[in-house]
């Protein structure tokens, strides 16, 4: 185990692309035993990625590893591409599941995590909270958006620990052409619409996290595709699914949703080690 200031493993991993520098990067310190919570917040902060996060042994005997996942403002009790990130470093560096499945200790639960079609899926946590947005916070998160509110066709919370308001619109087209005025957005917001029949994805989805990441846009967001998908699969959206996410920004994310005959909502996407080596913490 290593001590403060000692070299620590260190992998830098793009998620949800085939192809580097398309998806979204989270950084993953290896071996993160003996750091404090104000290191890790601390590198996570000189980082300036949306997401860091520290692989621990677990304090669960039902999880083969406990993550710890940092914004730079921030610790989050669970995030998606941060897992699938997390869970391809794991395994890149020997990790073996002791089940059928990783399972992810993290602050928000046990999380599993399994491999599908050659890409790795995570399994939805429960929403912490859903239902209707009260009409003042819809009021605000309309304005800060730039639209009407006949343009939003719902609406939304769709918090799965990040603290996400799901809003749907009429097209891809029409959640690509948003502007929102961050400064007045009151709470994070996730964003879909449909692409045209026949599509390579079925929709377009764009994350607006000031909040909770401490940025404007995320490029592509498990988390949220992943409550998107508990609010929407199977009855405005079919059950299964590819969105597109971060074409606003220059990237190429695909997010893979599948709905299990169990109902359990599986998120997923491809994983590329982009940066390895080492870090002195």
Do not use: K
Request: proline letters at 7%; glycine letters at 12%.
């Amino acid at each position: 185990m290593p001590g403060l200031g000692e070299t620590r493993a260190f992998r830098q991993v793009d998620v949800f692309t085939d192809a580097p520098l398309l998806g979204n990067p989270v950084a993953v310190v290896h071996d993160a035993e003996g750091l404090g919570e104000e290191q890790m917040q601390q590198f996570a902060r000189w980082t300036n990625l949306s997401e860091t996060t520290f692989l621990l042994p677990p304090t669960d005997p039902a999880a083969d590893y406990r993550l710890r996942i940092f914004t730079p403002a921030q610790e989050l009790p669970f995030a998606g591409h941060p897992t699938l990130g997390s869970a391809h470093a794991w395994l890149a560096a020997g990790g073996v599941a002791t089940g059928e499945r990783i399972v992810q200790e993290c602050e928000i639960g046990l999380v599993e995590i399994a491999s599908r079609g050659g890409r790795l899926s995570f399994a939805a946590p429960d929403l912490l909270r859903s239902g209707p947005v009260e009409d003042d916070l819809t009021a605000q998160i309309v304005a800060a958006l730039g639209v009407t509110r006949a343009e939003v066709l719902d609406i939304a919370w769709a918090d799965n620990g990040p603290g996400w308001v799901g809003v749907r619109m009429a097209s891809a087209d029409a959640v690509l052409a948003l502007t929102p005025d961050f400064m007045a957005m009151p709470v994070d917001v996730g964003v879909i619409g449909p692409h045209p029949e026949g599509s390579e994805c079925a929709v377009e989805v764009r994350a607006f996290c000031p909040h909770a990441a401490g940025t404007t846009e995320d490029p592509v967001t498990g988390s949220l595709n992943a409550s998107l998908a508990q609010w929407l699969a199977g009855g405005v959206l079919p059950s299964s699914y590819v969105a597109a996410q971060g074409t606003a920004l220059g990237r190429r994310g695909r997010v893979h949703v599948h709905t299990a005959d169990d109902g359990t909502i599986w998120v997923g996407g491809d994983t590329l080690t982009t940066i390895q080596g080492t870090l002195s913490l």
